[in-house]
């Protein structure tokens, strides 16, 4: 059995779908699948069977999950960069994490855990996954510093060279439509131009960059499920590593390659950034992906305009979901 927490959410379910055309259905989706539209994700999934989290973590931390255990994939946790409650973050991000750390060692299961780049926080100390310089790093927000807490205790307990921990950057594609504000800019995008014509970016407080020149390191959901599963097909290679194209690009970039793949021409406007966020906002990142080329991945990465294509075309236009959509 494969274990995928936060399998209904947008990148657990694309997991789940990459298991799924491996002919891998002996899959146990761990969610919480609350109030929004999230349980459409797993329409067309086939699984073995669903637990909420609250139950799954009763069962796991009371000994009684009896079923042998091949491999887990920790991708559930709160990832609102905005959250406040530093309490809940703590909670949910950072023990429950241990729990399930526990639970995989104990089953002798392959864990690979979704950690996040936001624990590079500005990027003034680089973005290296070389694990000796954990220590160093200066998370932003505390989302972040929750993914960054677990990656410490993993590292004090010398998980380093057992466990997978997977520091995705800007990833997007299908099966987002739940995550509200924490949507991608594509999809935002989308509904931006569909309903208005145009693309609101936020202006630059940095000198160092132009208005719609911050840059972001944007990943193909795709391409990050093909890097996920490169460590369940190889059990040797342990530690954290980058999860990225390792090129970074900037936000007009997207925005034209959504123009583009919609057949419109660019329309933006330039909009005041919410002071909430300004002294946390990450200006640039860029995996460094050496580690994981080292380690043997070696496949294609889809460029930033094909995946936007893809992603529009294929996936948004024509959803009846999104009609009406305007931000």
Known sequence: MIIVT???????????????????????????????????????????????????????????????????????????????????????????????????????????????????????????DDESKLPELEPLNMYGYSKQMFDLWAQKRGLGKKIVGLKYFNVFGPNEYHKADMRSFVLKAFGQIASTGKVKLF??????????????????????????????????????????????????????????????????????MPETIRDKYQYFTQADIGKLVLAGYNKPIITLEEAVKDYVRNYLIGDKYLAGTDE
């Open 6 to 128: 936060g399998g209904a959410g947008f990148i657990g379910s694309a997991i789940v779908a990459g298991l799924n055309a491996r002919g891998i259905t002996d899959i146990l989706i761990v969610d919480i699948l609350g109030k929004d539209e999230k349980w459409k994700n797993l329409r067309n999934l086939r699984f073995s069977d669903y637990l909420e989290a609250g139950d799954f973590l009763e069962i796991i931390t009371s000994g009684r999950f009896a079923l042998p255990v091949e491999a887990v994939f920790h991708l559930g946790a709160c990832s609102s960069t905005t959250e406040s409650d530093a309490s809940y973050l703590a909670k949910n991000n950072f023990e429950y994490s241990k729990a399930v750390a526990d639970f995989a060692l104990e089953k002798k299961a392959r864990l690979v855990y979704a950690s996040s780049a936001a624990t590079y926080g500005d990027g003034s100390r680089g973005f290296s």
């Open 203 to 272: 202006k630059s407080y940095n000198p160092k960059y132009a208005d719609g020149r911050q840059m972001r390191d944007f990943l193909y959901v795709k391409d990050a499920v093909e890097m996920s599963l490169f460590f369940l097909d190889n059990k040797k290679p342990c530690g954290i590593f980058n999860i990225g194209t390792g090129q970074a690009r900037c936000w007009l970039d997207m925005a034209n390659a959504v123009f583009a793949a919609m057949g419109k021409e660019p329309n933006i406007e330039f909009i005041d």
